[in-house]
């Protein structure tokens, strides 16, 4: 239940009780809470940080802010599925298992094997493309269905079997919300162990016949003498590579799509200058971060904003209010899409900067310049539908009347 908070009070400002309308449009709520209390202490003593600035220093110092979960994770999923999962997993750890994870996703993720998987995913795009209805819901039928087929290329997972791929990413990163519901949790813990089951019949398989590590994620995995991986670290690892690339990068095509239907002189910009496109990329991750919140916890007491916070705190690093931080952004609550620099947060940053980018950003520019190619003239044609999340800001439900 939301409660009714004014966008100009955040005193009571608390991410377990959302003001009615933060869903829909979170950045009123963010610019105030920047403005009156950038570092903000929560009911539960967590701690909001809202600043670029601040985040940006978070990021960057691995000694005083950790991305171990333990404590927190201990608090809010007990010893459960997924408490092993998101404490496993890479983006919640710090050396020595994150350094061994990321140094295998890094060489997995050259630019070599992204330029690989372009024709690829320019023929899938075309095909996706070819399929849709005059009138069409884009995030369903359009945004949803690459990632999908992008990240079961890149496990080699048989097509047959990744139908419930989507359902068990969506059940396990629901949980990480401020306050999931027991059928959250439920539906949560259920997903992790099917999916490590699936997996473990791949893993399984793919030692048998392994395919080529420069393409092939798993077989990276399992060959990297220097992962030193245990079952465990392997196969919860495999989830969250899935994972994250499912949510984000729907997210970022689908909010893309709606933005360009909201801003038609920047649509008209990139219809007529497609070579702006990789600049229009970066600036939708920064007006419509796919991933709004991040988090760490301090290793030791520290002052932020003037502020003394303790020792064990989780902090919940709002990358979309930082990203919209007139500090650090000039206009920031325009969309510009030339913008540069742009140094935004969407994908978090130092030695935490998301792997996958690059792959993210690919399908992004190749979806977005093949959409508006074939359908220049496209509209909307009823009110999109947000997820009732605040961890990913992405639409449900983007209905649109295609027109070439």
């Not at 269905?145 to 059940?171: C, M, T, Y």
Request: with cysteine; glycine share 6%.
């Amino acid at each position: 239940m939301g409660n009714l908070m004014s966008i100009q009070d955040t005193s009571q400002f608390d991410l377990n009780n959302l003001p009615n309308g933060f869903h829909e449009n979170p950045f009123e709520f963010y610019t105030n809470l920047r403005q009156t209390e950038p570092v903000k202490f929560l009911p539960d003593d967590s701690v909001l940080i809202t600043s670029w600035a601040d985040l940006n220093l978070i990021y960057r110092d691995t000694k005083k802010f950790k991305s171990d979960k333990r404590i927190t994770f201990g608090k809010k999923f007990g010893d459960t599925p997924l408490f092993e999962h998101h404490t496993t997993s890479l983006v919640f750890n710090d050396p020595p298992l994150h350094s061994r994870v990321r140094k295998i996703m890094t060489g997995a993720m050259n630019p070599k094997a992204v330029a690989l998987m372009e024709p690829g995913l320019e023929k899938l795009i075309d095909g996706l493309l070819n399929t849709l209805e005059d009138e069409s819901n884009l995030i369903e039928e359009f945004a949803m269905k690459i990632p999908v087929e992008v990240i079961g290329n890149l496990f080699n997972i048989p097509h047959s079997q990744r139908g419930p791929l989507r359902d068990w990413s969506l059940a396990i990163l629901g949980a990480l919300e401020p306050s999931p519901t027991n059928i959250q949790l439920s539906k949560g813990n259920t997903a992790v162990l099917e999916f490590k089951d699936f997996l473990k019949d791949i893993t399984d398989e793919r030692r048998i016949n392994p395919g080529n590590p420069d393409t092939d994620v798993l077989t990276r995995m399992l060959e990297a003498e220097e992962s030193n991986l245990s079952e465990t670290e392997l196969l919860q690892n495999c989830i969250f590579i899935l994972n994250a690339g499912h949510e984000t990068t729907t997210n970022l095509i689908g909010n893309s799509l709606w933005a360009l239907s909201h801003y038609p002189a920047a649509k008209e910009m990139l219809i007529n200058t497609p070579e702006m496109l990789d600049l229009a990329i970066e600036e939708f991750l920064r007006f419509l971060s796919p991933n709004q919140f991040g988090n760490r916890e301090t290793a030791s007491e520290v002052i932020l904003g003037g502020k003394k916070i303790p020792k064990y705190s989780n902090l919940h690093l709002c990358i979309g209010a930082a990203n919209r931080d007139p500090l650090q952004f000039e206009q920031p609550e325009k969309l510009i899409i030339d913008r540069n620099p742009n140094r935004h947060l969407a994908f978090a940053g130092g030695a935490h900067h998301c792997v996958g980018s690059s792959l993210a950003k690919m399908e992004a520019r190749i979806a977005i310049r093949k959409f508006l190619k074939k359908f220049p003239n496209y509209e909307l044609v009823s009110e999109p539908i947000w997820s009732k999340r605040i961890r990913f800001r992405g639409l449900t439900h983007l209905q649109a009347r295609l027109e070439n």
